[in-house]
């Protein structure tokens, strides 16, 4: 499975953003699927992830309330809605699958084994 991450860009604080990524080689509907940040000199972090029922939804503390993950109904897109955007959220970043299904390490970087390529966002103040 390929994955490809798109949707990042420059944006004001307190705007929006959606980013898409696509799965190729392969649907989402098996796979458990998760977004991470990483910003520069900072290590990766997860933001988001959708189990593969696609019902299922954890966050990070600091995003809570204001990004949304889900799957599309072909599931061969997984989305991040990001709302109230603000210079904290700035960073490249990254979806993820896995096949695995286990709760206590959905929000370990190293649980998941594709990746796609990262996408850039960019918050002005």
């Known amino acids: 499975v390929q994955l490809q991450a798109s949707g990042g860009g420059l944006v004001q604080a307190g705007g929006s953003l959606r980013l898409a990524c696509t799965a190729s080689?392969?649907?989402?509907?098996?796979?458990?699927v998760a977004w991470f940040r990483q910003a520069p000199g900072k290590e990766r972090e997860f933001v988001a992830a959708?189990?593969?029922?696609?019902?299922?939804?954890h966050y990070a503390e600091s995003v809570k309330g204001r990004f949304t993950i889900s799957k599309d109904a072909t599931k061969s897109m997984v989305f991040l809605q990001m709302i109230r955007l603000n210079p904290d959220d700035m960073a490249v970043y990254y979806c993820?699958?896995?096949?695995?299904?286990?709760?206590?390490?959905?929000?370990?970087?190293?649980?998941?084994?594709?990746w796609g390529q990262g996408t850039h966002v960019t918050v002005s103040s």
């Open positions: 993820a699958a896995t096949s695995r299904d286990i709760l206590s390490t959905i929000r370990r970087s190293l649980t998941y084994d594709y």
């Open positions: 959708i189990r593969r029922g696609g019902v299922s939804t």
């Open positions: 080689g392969g649907s989402f509907g098996r796979l458990t």
